[in-house]
């Protein structure tokens, strides 16, 4: 009847307009670019800010995800931010290029546990690193992420650092892993997160370091046997935003970001707890095999390396995460 043909009419109508909605331009669009695969936590985690974000913003702000490095490296999209190319990545301890306190996010045995991680973040300590990062590199935090612990994986078992024997290892652009790594016996090779597969694939290196999630995405499963259990580096990591992006914004739009950011944050915190319940067990089922190392000959090995490695004002931040 005419009623029912209205309505049907009516929804079709209503539907087609929502639907252009999303198609209007919207005032903002934000890039954002990451190093992990689709699957990987940070990923579903990235795709929740973009919901959240455009559905806040009533369309106004347009949000799209790369995975697997498509807009570049880690570097290349934090040039990329910088020249306005790109918007937002997740990125931590390779900003230590830019802003030396960075570095002090991922330093090769100082957090005791995640109590000790998680104390340091939220303190004035982790405030000031993010101060730095923002004034030297024009990136702002807006969430931070608690990673698993780094390992080394290999085709051969890595026991102790006397096992190292030059061991070539690939590690991300961080001058304080490489300094470390050397002092440990090995040889480090800074490298982009994509290019590691095909070199380990190729043997021009024979090792990389990285928590499980990473290991997973990247499916070095397929390219290394062994994950030894260094447990070297526990760490956190940022979702950035360009400076003069957010600052572009409206004042609304700003706090639409900064509302979807914090409710991101608690999502992956859900999701990363839940990934580290499983990522051994899935890993071994890839045929890695797990080594227990003697992590405290690591962590003796490492600490003088650090301390080396360190300027004064980071062995200061280093002195002041010690005693929290
Ligand atoms: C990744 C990065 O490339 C890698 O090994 O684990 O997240 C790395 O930790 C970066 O240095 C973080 O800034």
């Known amino acids: 009847n005419t009623t029912l043909k209205r309505l049907v009419v009516g929804a079709c109508l209503g539907t087609a307009l929502l639907g252009s909605q999303s198609l209007l331009a919207a005032d903002f669009t934000l890039k954002f670019g990451h190093l992990a695969n689709e699957e990987n936590i940070w990923n579903q985690t990235a795709l929740k800010f973009k919901e959240l974000v455009e559905a806040n913003s009533d369309g106004r702000i347009k949000v799209q995800v790369f995975p697997n490095e498509q807009l570049g490296s880690e570097m290349d999209v934090i040039n990329s931010i910088q020249l306005g190319t790109a918007d937002m990545t997740i990125t931590g301890e390779s900003l230590q290029n830019w802003a030396p306190k960075a570095a002090m996010m991922a330093v090769p045995y100082l957090f005791r546990d995640e109590d000790h991680l998680r104390k340091t973040v939220e303190s004035d300590i982790g405030s000031e690193i993010e101060a730095q990062i923002t004034e030297r590199a024009g990136l702002v935090p807006l969430a931070w992420f608690e990673r698993g612990p780094r ?3 290999s085709n051969r078992p890595i026991k102790s650092p006397d096992d190292l024997d030059g061991l070539r290892l690939r590690v991300p652009n961080v001058p304080l892993f490489v300094d470390t790594w050397e002092a440990m016996g090995a040889r480090p ?3 982009a997160f994509s290019e590691v597969f095909t070199s380990l694939q ?4 024979e090792a990389q370091e990285n928590p499980l999630s990473l290991i997973e995405s990247a ?13 070297h580096v526990r760490s956190w990591i940022y979702v950035v935003i360009g400076k003069d992006k957010l600052d572009a914004m409206p ?5 639409v970001v900064r509302d979807a950011a914090s409710e991101m944050q608690s999502y992956e915190e859900q999701l990363f707890s839940e990934d580290q319940q499983r990522l051994e067990e ?6 890695m095999e797990f080594v227990e190392v003697d992590q405290a000959a690591f962590a003796e090995k490492a600490r003088p390396a650090v301390l080396d490695a360190l300027d004064d004002e980071q062995r200061e931040i280093y002195d002041a995460i010690q005693d929290l």
Do not use: A, R
């Open 151 to 153: 390992e080394l994986t």
């Open 189 to 191: 090779t800074p490298m």
């Open 202 to 205: 190729q043997n021009t290196i």
């Open 219 to 231: 499916s070095f499963n397929e390219v290394q046997q062994y994950v030894n259990m260094t447990d």
């Open 251 to 255: 004042e609304d739009l700003q706090q």
């Open 282 to 287: 899935s890993l071994k089922e890839k045929g």
